[in-house]
């Protein structure tokens, strides 16, 4: 079975976090989506609000389950049984962020493999960071977010 961990602080889910969740599910038989802790990242939204958020978007993906990581990614992806390490890319800088990223974790888990998923054109500049600025201004974001979260919002 081929199993795989898609890791974010998702703070909040944008709608190219679900591109690369719906593209995960067709490759892989199980999808774990962490919600993780970045100690480096003051939070906008509280871990239940995402991982409420997180919930909303994969519940249409049968083969996909929401989990929360305060630790290591590697910690996780041994406790799943996972060598799969999705990681989503807009740009040149992501990949140079997540090639970096990824030689640390196979020094510490050498089975470790990570598959770079290329976003679509209209998810390009898509990002929580742009998508929590608008929110600050109280401006829309629901070409930036999938449906599903749009209420949730409100709460």
């Known amino acids: 079975m081929r199993k795989a961990v898609f890791a974010g602080t998702f703070d909040p889910v944008t709608s190219g976090h679900e591109e690369i969740i719906k593209k995960s599910s067709g490759l892989f038989d199980e999808v774990v989506v962490a919600l993780c802790v970045n100690v480096t990242k003051k939070a906008m939204f509280s871990i239940e609000k995402r991982i409420a958020f997180l919930e909303a978007v994969c519940k249409k993906y049968k083969n996909v389950k929401v989990v929360y990581h305060d630790g290591l990614l590697v910690d996780l992806m041994k406790k799943e049984k996972a060598v799969y390490n999705v990681r989503g890319l807009r740009n040149g800088k992501d990949y140079d962020y ?30 929580s960071t742009a998508v929590r600025e608008l929110l600050s201004f109280n401006k829309s974001v629901d070409k930036y977010m999938p449906a599903e979260i749009l209420p949730l919002l409100k709460d």
């Open 98 to 127: 997540e090639n970096e990223m990824n030689y640390i974790n196979a020094d510490m888990m050498p089975e470790l493999i990570t598959v770079y998923l290329p976003c679509s054109v209209k998810n390009l500049s898509v990002s």
